[in-house]
């Protein structure tokens, strides 16, 4: 059973305001994701790390999302201006590897 | 680009019947394939991973075959529970750009009593 831990479970906020989640990987794992899965299930990559470096991340997360994972701290993804299309469910998944991923439970935003 | 494709949206079967859930892809390099599965409510759980060409891996009565010849990676079972109920995810990691998982849409699978 996958041991990543993310907080909060549910998140409501208005829109423009910030929106500030975090993740636990699992231990040892040195390799953090970032997806957004949305209301019809569709994952989205949004950034991931190795470390504390960034790996890859996408458009949407350089301009509106800030995210961080500095060490002996909780990684972090936080929206700094909310938007109604932001409300989905958010999963933080590590790996050992980058291959084998294991996702924690998920933050569920909810922008009204 | 790269993709994975999972035709089925919805599969409804009854309990004891056979399933096989459809995963193809389209990779520039060679992928590692992946099946995750989602209960309701909960975070997606690794379910099978692949193997070499042509090699069957099982993981809980579920099982698939990494067929590169014909890109597929089809999830099977012989005699689906009840609590098998979920959403069931393809996703391949391709080994050339080695930082993300690119998923399927998702297949919703139901089994009635």
């Known amino acids: 059973n996958s041991k990543v831990i993310q907080t909060p479970r549910y998140l409501v906020k208005g829109q423009g305001q910030k929106a500030k989640m975090r993740c636990i990987p699992e231990k040892g794992h040195p390799v953090v994701f970032w997806y957004q899965q949305n209301k019809n299930n569709e994952f989205k990559f949004l950034i991931n790390f190795q470390n504390q470096e960034v790996l890859q991340q996408i458009d949407m997360t350089e301009k509106r999302f800030s995210a961080e994972c500095p060490s002996n701290s909780p990684c972090s993804l936080e929206i700094q201006s909310s938007e109604a299309g932001d409300s989905a469910l958010y999963l933080c998944a590590s790996s050992w590897d980058r291959w084998e991923q294991y996702f924690g439970p998920g933050t569920r935003l909810t922008v009204l | 680009g790269d993709s994975v494709t999972q035709t089925e949206g919805l599969v409804t079967l009854t309990k004891g019947l056979p399933v096989m859930l459809n995963c193809t892809y389209q990779t520039t390099y060679s992928p590692f394939l992946f099946w995750y599965v989602q209960h309701l409510n909960e975070a997606p759980k690794l379910l099978l991973k692949s193997s070499t060409d042509n090699k069957r891996t099982e993981h809980q009565g579920f099982y698939a075959t990494l067929h590169k010849s014909s890109s597929s990676f089809h999830l099977q079972k012989s005699s689906v529970q009840l609590s098998d109920s979920a959403l069931y995810f393809c996703?391949?990691?391709?080994?050339?750009?080695?930082?993300?998982?690119?998923w399927g849409l998702g297949t919703s699978l139901v089994v009635n009593p």
């Open positions: 996703a391949s990691f391709n080994v050339g750009d080695n930082s993300k998982l690119i």
